[in-house]
């Protein structure tokens, strides 16, 4: 088994690049440690560690534990406080507007009350027709995704929303698209969304953070570097 890839270390955090399909902390169903990043990494570091935020599991990238409890707790404050910056990459399918704005309120539960919600886009690239060959007609964009709030699956539901479900997302696009477009892409069943980066001030020392995970080996099939 591999060991997880560190992005940034110190005596009170740690920042792994999470891959897809791995959650967070135990939950209710019975999982192979292996799919556990709390319990991969606090074996791989040979101590406890306390997740500071969650990502959704087929969401990859930055992931931000604590290595104590009063560090976890700062941590935890400034992401309810919204004092932290959090990038997201998304693939989704067709040429979208250069940039835009999502505030629909969004509920968790259908007799929940809905809640403020707001997310800002920024396409970053495009492809072209004829870009993928099993698919000529396929375009696809890449996208720079910020969410100010952070409501129950609200990126993937304020794409749903526009009409452009992230690539990979069985759950808004649908079974029968998701299969239809991994195998034309080659990324299998993952979902195409990222946890990119994360900025914050050191919970304990103030010092302003930028943690960044690379380039997402599932992205670089559909948008790969120049000369690749």
């Known amino acids: 088994m591999l060991p997880l890839s560190i992005l940034y270390q110190d005596e009170f955090l740690v920042a792994i690049d999470k891959p897809a399909g791995m959650i967070v902390h135990p939950g209710r169903e019975p999982e192979g440690p292996e799919w556990i990043a709390m319990k991969r990494l606090r074996d791989q570091l040979g101590q406890r560690v306390f997740p500071a935020h969650r990502l959704d599991r087929p969401t990859s990238g930055v992931l931000l534990f604590a290595l104590d409890k009063e560090t976890c707790g700062r941590a935890q404050r400034a992401f309810e406080l919204r004092n932290v910056v959090k990038t997201y990459h998304a693939i989704v399918c067709g040429n979208v507007p250069q940039r835009w704005i999502c505030e629909t309120p969004l509920r968790t539960n259908p007799e929940d009350e809905e809640r403020?919600?707001?997310?800002s886009f920024e396409r970053l690239a495009v492809t072209i027709e004829g870009f993928f060959p099993a698919d000529p007609t396929l375009v696809l964009s890449l996208l720079k995704v910020t969410p100010v709030t952070g409501r129950f699956h609200q990126i993937r539901r304020h794409l749903l929303e526009g009409g452009r479900p992230i690539v990979g997302d069985f759950r808004y696009a649908g079974m029968d698209r998701s299969f239809?477009?991994?195998e034309v892409l080659g990324t299998g069943t993952r979902m195409l969304l990222?946890?990119?980066?994360?900025?914050?001030?050191?919970?304990?020392?103030?010092?302003?953070?930028k943690i960044e995970?690379?380039?997402?080996?599932?992205?670089?099939?559909?948008?790969?570097a120049p000369g690749e």
């Open 116 to 119: 403020s919600a707001k997310t």
């Open 180 to 182: 239809e477009l991994g």
């Open 194 to 209: 990222q946890s990119k980066v994360l900025e914050l001030d050191h919970p304990l020392t103030g010092v302003p953070l």
């Open 213 to 224: 995970a690379p380039m997402d080996a599932e992205f670089a099939k559909c948008f790969p």
